[in-house]
Nanobody, 121 residues
Framework: QVQLVESGGGLVQPGGSLRLSCVVSGSIFSINTVGWYRQVPGEQRNLVAQMSSAGRTNYADSVKGRFTISRDNAKNTVYLQMNSLKPEDTAVYYC???????????????WGQGTQVTVSS
């Protein structure tokens, strides 16, 4: 059983910073990518930032230069550092891991429960 638990969301003023954390527990044979997505009511879930197993990163254009994804393998934790936050960054943020449970398994997506980020004065 793989579980992802996010934390670090909250209310912040425009221009402020937050750091989201995602602790991954359970046994995964291999991980392709880890990432963060966000969703606002009535809209689809969109990619914010992603990191491959080789460490390559990919960001949505709207967050480039402001957000940074990182991972600490020793702590099984994925982070999203968010700086210079804007009201349009308000959303529920979801942690994602794409990986295989076993060597013979198909790769699937695992999701956390989401954490609310609200940027408002």
């Amino acid at each position: 059983q793989v579980q992802l638990v996010e934390s670090g969301g909250g209310l912040v003023q425009p221009g402020g910073s937050l750091r989201l954390s995602c602790v991954v527990s359970g046994s995964i044979f291999s991980i392709n990518t880890v990432g963060w997505y966000r969703q606002v009511p009535g809209e689809q879930r969109n990619l914010v930032a992603q990191m491959s197993s080789a460490g390559r990163t990919n960001y949505a254009d709207s967050v480039k230069g402001r957000f940074t994804i990182s991972r600490d393998n020793a702590k099984n934790t994925v982070y999203l550092q968010m700086n210079s936050l804007k009201p349009e960054d308000t959303a529920v943020y979801y942690c994602n891991v794409n990986g295989r449970l076993r060597s013979y398994s198909k790769a699937i997506n695992y999701w956390g429960q989401g954490t609310q980020v609200t940027v408002s004065s």
